[in-house]
């Protein structure tokens, strides 16, 4: 059996650590500031798709310009278990009177109503 054997002298050193960094801090910059700017890209397109009317088509729908949304037009406590509202609908306002206790709505419209458009919305 033949062993090897070499001199303590002609071990070799350790390992040596790397001094620089595997990834610079220019490509980290550069990286960043890339996908800094196709986010505002991105964001720069959905609202000019938004402002022309694109979104409508993909079903993405804010408020239909031709409907009037309903409106909150005020709100008062009327003690600590009712609240009254004035809310807006199509031109027409209607008192609603909510209580918690009773977990009741009552709902009437406010002014002349039409016959025509009896009834809450």
């Known amino acids: 059996m033949m062993l090897l054997s070499l001199p303590a002298g002609a071990s070799s050193a350790a390992i040596p650590y790397r001094t620089a960094p595997v990834v610079s801090a220019g490509s980290i910059a550069l990286s960043m500031s890339v996908v800094v700017l196709v986010m505002v890209a991105l964001v720069a397109l959905v609202l000019i798709a938004r402002r022309r009317g694109w979104l409508g088509k993909l079903g993405v729908n ?35 009177v909510e209580s918690v206790r009773h977990t009741a709505t009552s709902i009437s419209p406010i002014g002349d109503a039409d016959p025509d458009q009896e009834g809450a919305p």
């Open 62 to 96: 804010g408020i239909e310009a031709g409907r009037a949304p309903l409106e909150l037009r005020a709100s008062r406590r009327l003690s600590v278990h009712s609240t009254a509202h004035v809310l807006s609908y199509q031109g027409r306002e209607f008192l609603i």
